[in-house]
């Protein structure tokens, strides 16, 4: 099978905001779609849940925005997989509008074992059978980077509700869900609800029996620091470009 996988899809009505604009939350579902299907190829994705009780779980992310599409265009959401190395797997993404580069994001992925939630090593069979092409990652250099929370005395945080169609079937709030409470935070503070670039490190799951999230900014010279977490402690952290 191909190395690379292409999902071809349309900003529908659902995906866009109140400018016609795709929102943060539903480019990052066009990505962990198409990361999905590719890795089910291989018996390596969904069907690993259901066959190992074994899955991935996404914990750093790097994106820049080259544009946001709108309603009704077309996209083409192009991934691979960058390598696989003990218990990380390395995966990359291009979104295009035609000919035009929109998206480029490298992301990190850790495999566990989904009834201990300890790390487990990638199995040998599943690794060798998995296709890569390393040496063209967006950020090559995202196993080495480190986030700071906001500083503890950043403006009040925004307490944004947890809804039930957050919880995916793994039993935790979907990864996508984090951009919708920080796109909100963003808006409710007056900045851009579409940042230019954005690195995000996710650093342990939301439970289901969440009542809400806090999300915390900090403005620091040109990016802002951010903070998905409760009182005791992060779900995730990062920062990003307006």
Sequence with gaps: MSVEFTLPATVAYWDVDRDDTLQLPALFK????????????????????????ESWVLNRLAVVCHRYPKYEEPLRVVTWSSGIHLFKG????????GDELVVSASSLWLYINLQTKSL???????????????????????????????????????LISVRYSDIDSNGHVNNT??????????????LSPRPRS??????K??????????????????????????????????????
């Design 30 to 53: 066009f990505l962990q779609e198409a990361a999905v299907k590719h890795a089910d190829l291989f018996a390596a994705g969904t069907r690993a849940i259901a066959t190992r009780g």
């Design 90 to 97: 390395y995966r990359d993404f291009r979104v295009f509008c």
């Design 120 to 158: 487990v090593r990638v199995p040998a069979d599943l690794a060798a059978a998995f296709p890569s092409r390393p040496g063209e990652a967006f950020r090559p250099d995202l196993d080495k980077l480190r986030l700071a929370p906001p500083a503890a005395t950043a403006v009040a945080p925004h």
């Design 177 to 190: 869900a984090y951009f919708d409470y920080l796109q909100t935070a963003l808006v409710r503070s007056g």
């Design 198 to 203: 954005l690195e995000i490190q996710f650093l």
């Design 205 to 242: 799951e939301i439970p289901p029996e969440a009542d809400a999230v806090a999300v915390q900014l900090e403005s620091r010279a040109d990016e802002i620091a951010f903070g998905l977490g409760q009182t005791d402690g992060w779900f995730a952290q990062g920062r990003l470009r307006v």
